[in-house]
């Protein structure tokens, strides 16, 4: 008789960070540098830096329940087990606007690169292309989409290296060495509070994607010490990467005023490099893209396939992996389908929701460590109260003002897209009377 086929455990700590950046696509941050400049005026080093210790206190958080539950699901499993079932699959169906739709938007942005470089190609070829290389490499597996991050990442890096240096060289020709050490892109051009503080609301967007490796927790070796390793260091090395790119770009433009700030980036990009390394920059967005869609695609099938396992969504499509590659081929496929969207729609209108569950998720689990503390403590075990109590307060209170600043249409889409879920849950539950159905995980937990 053969064996069920489960998530193989392959993924070192490496790995994750490389998975981590790869979603998180640091080279994003000269993709939207001119608008997170322009908010600012010209200290957007400081709105990064501030985003950064921001999502740190989250990044805790989530280390905190990838320790003591080393599962596959992220917030959705996390606020299952330490709250209720029925709020986690609330959590869970909030989270999947940020999973399922930014595949999505990646490849949609991707396209849009290729398209405009290569207007005689129609945009759904870019997009079809996309989705296709990208499910081809996640059904096949993790191991070998994990290969593919590994060298496009290198190349990303490489890219935001020579962006760097070539900075350096034109602002120390231009200006002499000294002008290096500046403290203008923290300070800017006119800038005010108010204006830094929408700026690093704006930039820790940039942030999302740092929790996807738990949902890879269940194909990482010794997960409980791995995983919350992963999750700071993705966050530091991200936002470290963030910070002294949006310092040393800020050092070449000054202030926030762009012809374009759209476009920034790639107007710097050719000041300081020619025409061909403003070419090579968007080749490098493009591979950025392709790189992130593999990450993001990966992460939103677990979390179907968690869900599925739990039968809280149908069991026998989303909850079964694949004999032969052991990964949820049909969660991947479902990714794909969403993906499709992307030919109807423009880069504004399918970025405008994708965040709200994000940060209900990043709230949730903040709260679900200081429950899980107090749970703790009443069994007798003490736990540390300032990572469990008070930064993942300060947590809640950052990502909740975070919350408060998206548009008035994420929050009406978001809050839509809540009500139907709870819709579906009522009718799941016969009126929130029950628990959700769930499977048992005996075999899937580490032990401690």
Request: charged share 10%; hydrophobic share 55%.
């Amino acid at each position: 008789m053969s064996s069920i086929p489960a998530l193989t455990r392959t993924l070192k700590l490496p790995s994750l960070v490389i998975f981590g950046l790869a979603y998180l696509t640091p080279l994003i941050v000269l993709g939207i540098f001119g608008v997170i400049a322009s908010e600012t005026g010209g200290a957007s080093a400081s709105a990064y830096l501030i985003a950064l210790l921001a999502m740190l206190f989250t990044a805790n958080s989530y280390g905190r329940m990838a320790a003591a539950y080393p599962v596959a699901g992220s917030a959705y499993s996390y606020v299952r087990k330490t709250i209720d079932g029925r709020i986690g699959f609330l959590v869970g169906w909030a989270t999947m606007l940020d999973y399922l739709f930014l595949p999505m938007v990646i490849w949609l942005i991707g396209g849009s690169y290729l398209q405009a470089q290569f207007p005689a190609v129609p945009m759904p070829a870019w997009i079809l292309g996309f989705i296709v290389l990208t499910t081809i490499l996640n059904i096949i597996g993790i191991k070998v989409a994990d290969r593919v991050n590994l060298v496009l990442m290198s190349f990303q890096i490489l890219i935001i290296v020579f962006f760097v240096v070539l900075s350096i060289a034109s602002v120390s020709a231009d200006h002499g060495t000294g002008a290096l050490v500046s403290a203008t892109p923290f300070t800017g051009i006119g800038a005010t509070p108010a204006g830094i503080a929408a700026g690093a609301a704006i930039a820790a967007y940039s942030f999302l994607g740092f929790d996807a490796v738990t949902t890879l927790t269940e194909e990482t070796v010794e997960p409980r010490r791995t995983v919350p390793k992963a999750i700071m260091l993705i966050a530091l090395i991200g936002g470290g990467i963030f910070v002294v790119v949006a310092y040393t770009v800020q050092l070449v433009h000054p202030g926030g005023d762009f012809d374009n700030s759209d476009a920034a980036g790639f107007e710097i990009a050719q000041h300081i490099g020619g025409n061909l390394f403003g070419a090579i920059f968007l080749a490098a967005l493009v591979i950025a893209q392709f790189t992130s869609g593999i990450a993001a695609q990966a992460a939103g099938s677990r979390l179907l396939y968690a869900m599925g396992r739990d039968g809280v969504l149908p069991r026998k499509i989303f909850g079964k992996l694949n004999e032969r590659f052991s990964t949820p081929v049909f969660s991947i496929l479902a990714i794909a389908v969403v993906g499709l969207i992307a030919m109807f729609m423009d880069v504004a209108t399918s970025t405008s929701f994708i965040n709200f569950g994000a940060f209900i998720a990043f709230i949730m689990v903040n709260v679900s460590v200081i429950v899980y503390w107090d749970r703790q403590r009443r069994a007798g075990n003490r736990l540390n109260a300032l990572l469990y109590v008070l930064c993942p307060a300060i947590g809640v209170l950052v990502i909740g003002f975070l919350l408060t600043q998206l548009d008035v249409h994420a929050v009406v889409i978001g809050s839509i897209w809540l009500v139907i879920g709870a819709v579906i849950l009522a009718l799941t539950t016969k009126g929130f009377k029950h628990q959700p159905s769930q499977m048992a995980l005996e075999g899937v937990e580490e032990s401690s």
